[in-house]
């Protein structure tokens, strides 16, 4: 079967910088993808990753190791519009996503 | 604009009653998705389409079925609807990548 495991939320202050982890146990890897999704609206896709490193996307990174089954989602000079959930998700060659739970991002004034 | 829909955008049925759930792309992608979405669940594959009557159960499929008569066209079917099938519904197509997908505005079902 197939996990991802992420914390169930995260707070901070505009300008800073916060990373969401996301652990994962898959029979099959087909890398990890982040999506945002702001109260009452639907998922939005951030970013992939389908090899180990760093995949940069504006104020947003994305980091996977393979090795370790760990990635992570970077934001970076948060902003206030930036508070909504997050969520890391695998799955197989067809596109049947497994997400984790999601976590909550609050941004402080 | 992924150029998806979903209708309807809100639904209240009873227990028992059979609802379906249209979500209708004009990209003419061969993937299409259903998930579910509930607190403390994420968001849950439920079945998915890999071409016009190729389709593939999910997650938690059970309860639940699918139909696919034209490629811009995804059909989820409660037969039998229960209290625990309240959720939001979304549907979702491939971008790029089967991993990048995009998804419509959600349907909020409500089953008393």
């Known amino acids: 079967g197939q996990s991802l495991e992420q914390p169930s939320e995260v707070t901070a202050v505009e300008g800073a910088i916060v990373q969401i982890n996301c652990t994962y146990q898959?029979?099959?890897?087909?890398?990890l993808s982040w999506y945002q999704q702001h109260d009452g609206g639907a998922p939005t896709f951030l970013s992939y990753?389908?090899?180990?490193g760093l995949e940069e996307t504006g104020r947003f990174s994305s980091f996977l190791s393979r090795s370790d089954s760990y990635g992570y989602l970077l934001l970076q000079e948060l902003q206030m519009k930036d508070s909504a959930s997050y969520f890391c998700?695998?799955?197989?060659?067809?596109?049947?996503?497994?997400f984790g739970k999601g976590t909550k991002l609050s941004v402080k004034p | 604009d992924a150029g998806i829909t979903q209708s309807p955008r809100h639904k209240v049925t009873e227990t028992g009653t059979p609802v379906t759930l249209r979500c209708h792309q004009t990209?003419?992608?061969?993937?299409m998705y259903w998930y579910r979405q509930d607190p403390g669940h994420g968001l849950r594959l439920i079945h998915y389409s890999y071409g016009v009557k190729d389709t593939d159960k999910g997650e938690v499929s059970d309860g639940y079925s699918v139909s696919r008569s034209k490629t811009e066209d995804f059909l989820l079917t409660l037969e039998s609807a229960t209290s625990s099938q309240t959720s939001v519904y979304f549907c979702a197509i491939n971008g790029q990548g089967n991993n990048e997908q995009f998804f419509g505005p959600g349907t909020r079902l409500t089953v008393l």
């Open positions: 990753n389908a090899l180990d």
């Open positions: 898959t029979s099959g890897f087909y890398g």
């Open positions: 990209e003419n992608h061969r993937y």
């Open positions: 998700a695998s799955g197989g060659s067809q596109g049947n996503l497994i």
